[in-house]
């Protein structure tokens, strides 16, 4: 197991920015390629942005491309998030998640962050 705790969110006015975090416990956090997904209301979970083990490779959803920007620092099991230039259809509960290998299956979740943008 590798519990994840999501902090971070908030309510932001659209063009805004906030930092999503991500925090694991354990030991093996540096061995996992880790995610972000988010879900609005009335819809699915959808992919935001993944980050393999060391930081080398991320990819990101095209709706978040040039916005939003996925880290990691392995010695703070710590994933984040930065978004910028926020939009109201960003509105959602934030998931990040941990995988093996690459691209990531994701085994582990977290229990979400909200995060609101007001237009």
Known sequence: QVPLVESGGGSVQA????????????????????????????????????????????????SVK????ISRDNAKNT????MNSLKPEDT??????AGSSWPPSYKYWGQGTQVTVSS
């Open 15 to 62: 063009g805004g920015s906030l930092r999503l975090s991500c925090t694991a416990s354990g030991r093996t956090f540096s061995s996992y390629a880790m995610g972000w997904f988010r879900q609005a209301p009335g819809k699915e979970r959808e992919f935001v942005a993944a980050i393999n083990w060391s930081g080398g490779s991320t990819y990101y959803a095209d």
């Open 92 to 97: 959602a509960v934030y998931y990040c998640a």
């Open 66 to 69: 040039g916005r939003f920007t």
């Open 79 to 82: 994933v984040y998030l930065q």
